[in-house]
């Protein structure tokens, strides 16, 4: 996401590099400061979305196995009225509602997966904030000490550590991410197999009513 991009982009900021280019070296650490709040409380709102749409991922999936139940119980009524196609209905509705909860099952992994991937990025973020924030006084000191001693330009910081390791970090996370979200593609004979394997386990269910209903 564009987001994670942009704090990729603020971990693998040389700060010492852009000191050094920068005109006016204070002025540019105060932006960068500010850029990094900023990108911070951001984060901070996409983690708490996250978790949200996670929550409420769960309750899609708890209320289609709650469907696929009644749909049983409904299959269950009809087959001792001796219904039998309202009863394959029932079951085929069934079905469905199992596979649409089998569906959120997979979108929980991916959210929780998503979810991880923003907490990484906020926990480095706020580490980087730290550092940043700690070499912009460094920044200031010197500067209140060259200009004392008409040396500006003697003014520099150290460039934080293990930036490389967390851009390496964050892009292999998107990587991961726009693969867990590339469509899988199935052929037709797969599709009718699918199809096939669905009607012969709605006979099953409703072989497995009838008897469990002469017993």
């Known amino acids: 996401m564009a987001l994670l991009e942009r704090v990729a982009s603020l971990l693998r900021a040389n700060l010492n590099d852009m000191i050094e280019r920068a005109e006016d070296p204070l002025k540019m650490m105060n932006q960068v400061v ?16 996250a978790i949200a749409d996670h929550h409420l991922l769960e309750k899609k999936r708890a209320e289609n196995l709650a469907k696929e139940a009644d ?13 039998e196609e309202l009863a394959r209905a029932a079951l085929a509705r069934s079905l469905a509602s199992r596979e649409m909860a089998n569906s959120f099952d997979e979108q929980l992994a991916d959210q929780r997966a998503q979810v991880e991937n923003l907490k990484s990025a906020l926990h480095k973020l706020e580490s980087k904030l730290g550092e ?27 460039t934080p550590a293990g930036l490389d390791r967390v851009r390496e970090k964050v892009e292999r996370d998107a990587s991961i991410g726009i693969a867990r979200n590339e469509p899988l593609t199935g052929e037709d004979v797969e599709e009718r197999f699918a199809k096939l394997e669905k009607q012969e386990e709605i006979d099953r269910l409703l072989a497995d009513l009838k008897s469990k209903r002469s017993a």
């Open 71 to 83: 749909w049983v119980r409904k299959a269950e009524m009809a087959v001792g009225r001796e219904d």
């Open 132 to 158: 940043a924030r700690a070499q912009s006084d460094l920044l200031k000191a010197q500067h209140r000490r060259a200009r004392a001693a008409n040396k500006a330009a003697d003014a520099q910081i150290s």
């Open 34 to 49: 500010l850029d990094m709040e900023n990108q911070l409380l951001q984060v901070k709102t996409q983690v708490a979305i």
